[in-house]
């Protein structure tokens, strides 16, 4: 309760010395939009009248890798807008000669790793929530929802259009945003808005509003202030089907089945209630296309977490995938649909008036095997305090709706709920962020200590990057619907960052860095602590070097096999301390070829342990990239116990024939599972997020190559307006 009232103390502290500013640039950094009756063209070439009539975006300032004075690579921006669209016209000049870095035609691509140009809209004038459109010179869109103060979920994708022009000295882009594409509050004057430039051939990265190099230039505490020549009116209502007709063959060679084919239909339904507002209805969804996840050596005692990358929950999904911390979600939608299908479901999400955010979810799923069918219902309220922090309660529900005699939940239990509150802190200047909440779990049976509660805060600037978490879950707390990897604990976890700038032309940053994690159980004796002290080289040409050194202390409360291969566990009660020496190495991202080294040696309970860690690209700009992500574990344990050379590799080949057209090639070798997986999807955008897919996946084992199973999967689905 100390510790509590103690964090909640130092947030509202933060919030107050900030809560009456309206935005770092707002006042200073303004662009002037006018409606136009002229039909402009979307081709990269900007020849229509009205972009000479415009205020003009320009004189951008420098973020990386300083961010003092004007960037090198100039750049300049004009807005126009007619009763439907977004236009936006952008010139990125070159400073220097030579080819522009991409990775590849393919839509949402790695940030980092190409010159590109982005326009952030702060939609909402929340400084929290606005959506990012953003180009490669290669013609390549990237898109995305922001949250939190500016993180971008680039798995949503929505309709615009884009054209880009490539010249010697400079690259023009032109873009085409339809209002019905994004949310926003009807009658506003202004949006918040900035626009971000990178150009990896002098490594500079460059914002029109100003903003410190520690921030990234998606924050939107920053951005400057789009002025309307006339508010946009609230809008009716709008709607958008998407149907998707499939037809899919598969094969449980294992079990010596033959194959089995089976067509489907279904689709989407995106009803766009108000300008903020929108309900999406599923009706017998199919996610075959969904790209594989990326395996994972598994040497934890705890469940792994894999992303949701499934549309349906994408669109404002901040709203329930960001309630708690990443270890103790107590909603995490992949728990829906991915074991029993899902026949229908409804989410609606959006904003109520200026501080108000809503979003209400709920799925039913089919039963199969032995797993029961089950609803799933999530609701969540928040409300904007202050500036940009936030306050917000929550309830999940999973309960089954028809009996079909013994079949429960997981837990034994018919249902299973979670409700809870949280509060959310960013500052004025983002350098205070944190979370304070508190959740409690109710099912029949269900104890006092059926509670999860923490608070984290963090304070960051240039040079100084400072955390502290702390968390108490209760040993009867239960959220099935939620990512929990562990009960009855409370945990602590320090962390501290310190980068030192030196005037040198090699050297851009250099510093230490230290942090411990320390788990105690109810009776606060310590089960486990992490503790690491490491130093980081980065270099101006973006070489990044670490040296870590490691301490790990763990008591097993049950029996545990480290390496997971099912042999001889270590017995319980029992407890053990070694340690462990790291180096990583990161090269040049803008060089056609690049890579990730990690290498670590020690020891690792009560044996030792070596690891080679590596991630391989190659790209052919812009038509593919080939990359290998591989892991290499060597234990070495005392008999009785298995020792073991656990290998995973992971070779991607990503060819972009067009914009529209992809065909990705993953190959997934894991001796721990003792399998080999093959996934080939091809992908041909017909239409804007409209899409052929032909996918086909194939598991084996790695010693014969003899076939477990495999699948061919066809889907077409269609975005009707």
Known sequence: MILRTFFLSVILTCLFSG??????????????????????NIDGVMDEAVWQNTDVAKDFMRVLPIDTGYAAAKTEVRMAYDESTLFIGIICYDPTAGKRPVESL?????????????VFIDTYNDQTNGFAFGISPAGAQWDGQQANGGT??????????????NYNDRWVAEFAIPFRSIRYNGG?????????????????????????????????AFTGSLVWDIPLPKAGLRTSLIPYVSAKTTQNKEAGEP?????NAGGDAKMILSTSMNLDITVNPDYSQVEVDQQQ???????LFFPEKRQFFLENSDLFANLGTDNLRPFFSRRIGLTNPIQAGARLSGKIGNDWRIGIMDLQTGSKDSIPDANFAVATLQRRVFQRSSISAFMVNKETIFSHGDDSLYSGAKFNRVAGAEFNLASKDNRWTGKAFYHQSFYPGSKSDAFATAANITYATQYINATLNQAWVGADYLAETGYIRRH????TSPFFQYKFFPKSSVILSHGPVASTTMLFDPSMKM???ESELAYQVEWHNKNIFELEFEESYIYLPTPFDPTNSGGVPLPAETDYNWQEVGLTFTSDIRKSFNFMLNGLYGGYYNGSRYSLNSEIYYRVQPYGSLAVIASYNNISMPKPYNSAELIMVGPRLDITFTDKIFFTSLVQYNNQIDNLNLNLRFQWRFAPVSDLYIVYTENSYPSNYNIKNRGLVFKISYWFN
Do not use: C
């Not at 935005?23 to 002229?38: A, C, F, L, M, W």
């Not at 393919?106 to 982005?118: G, I, P, S």
């Not at 971008?152 to 022009?165: C, G, L, M, Q």
């Open 188 to 220: 506003e004057p202004e949006w918040g808005i900035n626009f971000s430039r990178q150009d990896l051939k002098i490594n500079e990265k460059s914002s029109w509003a100003p903003m410190p190099r520690q921030v990234a230039t998606a924050n939107l």
């Open 152 to 165: 971008v979920n680039t798995d949503w994708d929505i309709k615009w259009r884009s054209a880009v022009e």
């Open 297 to 303: 050596t598994n040497l934890d005692r705890f469940e």
């Open 488 to 491: 009855g604990y409370y945990e």
């Open 259 to 263: 194959f089995k084919t089976q067509f």
């Open 527 to 529: 089960t486990d602590r």
């Open 19 to 40: 809560a009456l500013s309206q935005g770092v640039n707002r006042d200073k950094y303004r662009i002037h939009i006018s409606k136009t009756n002229e039909r402009i």
């Open 106 to 118: 393919r839509r949402d691509f790695a940030f980092l790793k190409n010159d590109n140009f982005v």
